[in-house]
């Protein structure tokens, strides 16, 4: 079992930027599928980026402005955000395998 736990959540004006990260159990190199979804108020989860054997996909709505990385060093995935705008407003949540989960960090922007 993968235990993940995620920080740098926060509040941030439209406009700014925000990183969160993802600490993994296991390394993150031995994982084939890492990434990050959100669940704002009344809305179904969403994926946002993940990382697929190596590889980065973004959603329509956050390419070009969230960047997805891993550091094998620390086994923690990492997502940029920049340019934030009040719609991706969410509790974040980390994977892994899409299976395991962690427990959530809060990402707020006001506008």
């Known amino acids: 079992q993968v235990q993940l736990v995620e920080s740098g959540g926060g509040s941030v004006q439209a406009g700014g930027s925000l990183r969160v990260s993802c600490t993994a159990s296991?390394?993150?190199?031995?994982?084939?599928?890492m990434g990050w979804s959100r669940q704002a108020p009344g809305k179904q989860r969403e994926m946002v980026a993940l990382?697929?054997?190596?590889?980065?996909v973004y959603a329509n709505s956050v390419k070009d402005r969230f960047s997805i990385s891993g550091d094998n060093a620390d086994n923690t995935v990492y997502l940029q955000m920049n340019n934030l705008k009040p719609e991706d407003t969410a509790v974040y949540y980390c994977?892994?395998?899409?299976?395991?989960w962690g427990q959530g960090t809060q990402v707020t922007v006001s506008s």
């Open positions: 994977t892994a395998k899409m299976i395991y």
């Open positions: 990382i697929i054997n190596g590889a980065a």
């Open positions: 296991e390394r993150i190199s031995a994982i084939n599928v």
